[in-house]
């Protein structure tokens, strides 16, 4: 299953713009860990990027948080997890 991420803003007529989201997405795309989604593709509609991406099911960071508050020290053990 696969979900597309859609940016808000245009990066229409940005070269700059546009070539660090090619590098970048490209990095991603070689990613590979257990606690990342894998990156399928990315390109733009529009003007506006998107990634295709893994569908992980499960709670989003904001909504894990909001059901597990954390400390500060919790937090950072979560983040260096990931």
Same mark, same amino acid.
């Given at each position: 299953? *696969? %979900? $597309?991420? &859609? ?7 940005? @070269?700059?713009?546009? =070539?660090? &989201?090619? +590098?970048?997405?490209?990095? %991603?795309?070689? %990613?590979? /860990? ?6 399928? =593709?990315? =390109? $733009? /509609?529009?003007? @506006?990027? *998107?990634?295709?991406?893994? *569908?992980?099911?499960?709670?989003? %960071?904001? @909504? *894990? ?5 954390? +400390?500060?020290?919790?937090?950072? &053990?979560?983040?260096? @997890?990931?």
């Amino acid at each position: 299953m *696969y %979900l $597309v991420k &859609l940016a808000r803003t245009s990066i229409r007529g940005n @070269r700059k713009e546009m =070539d660090q &989201l090619v +590098t970048e997405g490209k990095l %991603l795309a070689e %990613l590979e /860990h257990p606690n990342l989604a894998r990156i399928y =593709d990315l =390109d $733009v /509609h529009q003007g @506006r990027p *998107y990634l295709v991406m893994e *569908y992980v099911r499960g709670l989003t %960071l904001c @909504r *894990y948080v909001e059901q597990n508050p954390c +400390t500060p020290k919790q937090s950072a &053990l979560l983040v260096a @997890r990931v």
